[in-house]
């Protein structure tokens, strides 16, 4: 699976899943040269593709904000930090 629009077909489960898959792959070493190189770009898409992923997700969350009375009040974007 080296196509990138394949990459991007993933769910975030898959391509998480396949980027261990690759890191494990790599830290063991038994990849030859090439290989390794290919799968470092591989990884290095599914990385980008789960990070964006995820700043997509935490702008679509939202908080419930609770006004005086401790009812709901509306909602306001969600600060991790």
Sequence with gaps: MTDETDLSALSFEQALK??????ARLESGEA????SITLYTQGE???AQCE???????ARIEKITLGAD?????TAPFDAG
Aim: glycine residues 8%; proline residues 0%; aromatic residues 0%.
């Design 18 to 23: 396949r980027l261990e898959e690759i890191v």
């Design 45 to 47: 898409a599914l990385r």
């Design 52 to 58: 964006a992923r995820l700043k997509d997700a935490q």
């Design 32 to 35: 030859a040269l090439d290989d």
């Design 70 to 74: 401790g009812a709901a009040a509306g």
